[in-house]
């Protein structure tokens, strides 16, 4: 069985996003009502909301629970603010999950961990938290009977009741033999395609259920450094995750009426341009195909600030043949993939005496065309190591001592995305212990072939320590002179800031200036004294080395699903109810 196209990836988390806002205002009302004894304190069950279950017995993810449920309970919380929330007061409440619409024609798995009588499980708990994360969720997976027929359809009722508490009623909507759009494989990336390109593709579906889709949407959708020029008056524009540069989109919705027939294949009327950008590397384009009408198509703009587009109207036209190769179930593509950036890492050089203790400034900085987006990989982070001079201890640090106890070599993390022209800085206190003249420290990148860098020669640093002017410091572009900082001398500055533009939050120390888009990074990596992602020292993005940026299409999967994957995960974590 294989949950419909319905609930892609994408469509899944927009509309729960669009769902969160909404239970959150509720939680935040709630707990006021409560606190003057005037109503019940409002509890959500939330979770999938439709199933389609394919005739054929073929699956997504084979064996795994096609229904999930949890519950949003008064108030907020976030995951975020490094505490955990306190549980709401209450004298325990029940669950009940009623599947006797599926009898008939579905198998139907029901939580373990629940009080089950036939079709129906009973779920007690006391466990209530602000927010969704650390509340109880259930699984029910769901199996086909041999006497079930395409068009059979049920609904599961989800209710709760618990005293002073108030909870709304769920449905899941369950079909068998639906509609299930495949899409039509995008082409290679042209030979001499460069960022600034325009991709052109031809985009269709086919339509592999066993019932026709009563309309459907085209879901476009293009990471930072992709857009889409043309506009059509049955299409509506906006941008997603404004703030989070990872899962930042450019997206377009196009709905299409009609009834779309099992069996047959359709394509666009044009094909469809992606615009890349003079900075685009490793962007991701992807398109998808959903049998989720205009009501479907109205939950997924709501709240994105979608604005209607205009010119002429892009049309479906059925298309005849069409080998089963053909299509796929997710659709995407890399584009740019030639593009290059310049990493520069520069030191510094400083003067003191014994016992002072000086600041040295080291940074990183991207002189484009490029940015590391870092896009497949979920934001790793760029790691560099910085070699400590002969005679000097770090007494203050926004990175961590190389593994193996050392205290001469430390090692860096730049969160990503890492913008063009964007510069960090790392601000080292280094105590002189012993004036060593002319003592110099080594900072540089992972030594490996890299396809993207487009300029090897600034990838290395120094820090030079009571210098004599004679010292070769071959690949430091901007290293400046001081002093000490806690006796009186002048200080220094490293690297090249860029100009213009705001901060670039993630990685360690000082930020320094951007003139691409929104600075954001979509990473936790990278914090002063943090771990990698796997404890080690090696490619330039800490643990995929060089493959980081054209990873794998399941990775950007997950990556689509966001936001509600991690909340999922989360819960998982912190409950163990099944």
Not at 105 to 134: E, H, N, R, T, W
Request: aromatic letters at 6%; a negative charge.
């Amino acid at each position: 069985m294989r949950p419909s196209s319905l609930y892609s990836p994408w469509a899944r988390a927009a509309v729960a996003g669009a769902a969160a806002a909404g239970l959150a205002a509720a939680g935040l009302a709630g707990v006021a009502h409560a606190a003057d004894g005037q109503a019940p304190l409002p509890v959500t069950i939330t979770g999938t909301d439709r199933v389609d279950l394919a005739l054929d017995g073929a699956e997504t993810e084979p064996g795994e629970p096609q229904i999930e449920l949890g519950l949003t309970g008064p108030g907020e919380y976030d995951p975020d603010s490094g505490t955990d929330p306190e549980p709401v007061p209450n004298n325990g409440y029940r669950i009940t999950i009623d599947a006797t619409a599926l009898k008939g024609f579905a198998k139907v798995g029901l939580p373990s961990s629940c009080d089950v009588d036939g079709l129906i499980a009973v779920c007690q708990s006391s466990s209530l938290y602000p927010g969704d994360v650390y509340n109880p969720y259930w699984s029910v997976r769901l199996d086909l009977l041999d006497s079930a027929a395409a068009g059979d359809h049920g609904t599961v009722k989800v209710t709760g009741e618990g005293e002073g508490l108030q909870f709304n009623e769920h449905t899941v909507d369950v079909l068998v033999g639906g509609p299930e759009l495949l899409q039509k494989k995008l082409p290679a990336e042209p030979a001499g395609f460069e960022a600034g390109d325009t991709y052109t593709a031809p985009l269709g579906f086919r339509n592999v259920g066993a019932m026709p889709a009563h309309g459907v949407v085209l879901r476009l959708a293009g990471t930072r450094g992709i857009s889409f020029p043309e506009s059509y008056d049955n299409c509506t524009y906006a941008e997603e995750n404004k703030d989070n540069l990872i899962r930042y989109r450019h997206v377009a919705l196009c709905t299409f009426e009609g009834d779309f027939t099992p069996g047959t294949a359709y394509a666009l009327s044009e094909p469809i341009a992606a615009k890349t950008a003079d900075f685009a590397l490793g962007d991701i384009f992807s398109y998808g195909f959903d049998a989720i009408g205009t009501e479907g198509a109205d939950a997924l703009r709501a709240d994105a600030g979608h604005r209607q587009g205009t010119g002429r109207t892009l049309a479906l036209e059925p298309v005849g043949g069409g080998q089963s190769g053909d299509y796929t179930k997710y659709a995407e593509i890399d584009l740019a993939t030639k593009n290059t950036y310049d990493l520069d890492l520069t030191g510094a050089r400083v003067a003191g005496e014994q016992g002072q203790t000086v600041t040295v400034d080291v940074g990183l900085s991207n002189h484009g065309p490029a940015w590391v987006g870092s896009l497949r990989a979920g934001g790793e982070p760029i790691g560099f190591t910085v070699q400590i001079p002969e005679g000097a201890t770090v007494v203050e640090s926004p990175c961590r001592p190389k593994s193996g106890g050392t205290t001469s070599e430390y090692l860096c993390f730049a969160g990503t995305p890492f913008l063009e022209n964007d510069a960090r800085t790392f601000p080292f206190k280094l105590r002189i212990d012993k004036v060593v003249p002319g003592a110099k420290g080594k900072i540089y990148l992972p030594d490996f072939e890299n396809p993207w860098e487009g300029d090897p020669s600034n990838d290395t640093g120094w820090i030079v320590l009571n210098g004599t002017g004679d010292e070769e410091t071959p690949g430091d572009t901007g290293g400046t002179t001081g002093g000490s900082d806690s006796t009186g001398g002048t200080g220094t500055t490293g690297g090249s800031p860029a100009t213009g533009g705001t901060g670039t939050a993630g990685g360690s120390g000082t930020t320094g200036g951007s003139t691409g888009g929104t600075s954001t990074t979509g990473t936790t990596g990278g914090t002063g004294g943090g771990q990698s992602p796997q404890g080690g020292q090696g490619g330039l993005l800490a643990s995929t080395g060089s493959t980081a940026l054209l990873g794998s299409a399941a990775a950007a999967l997950a990556l689509a699903a966001g936001g509600v994957l991690y909340a999922v995960s989360r819960r998982r974590r912190a409950d163990g109810t099944a």
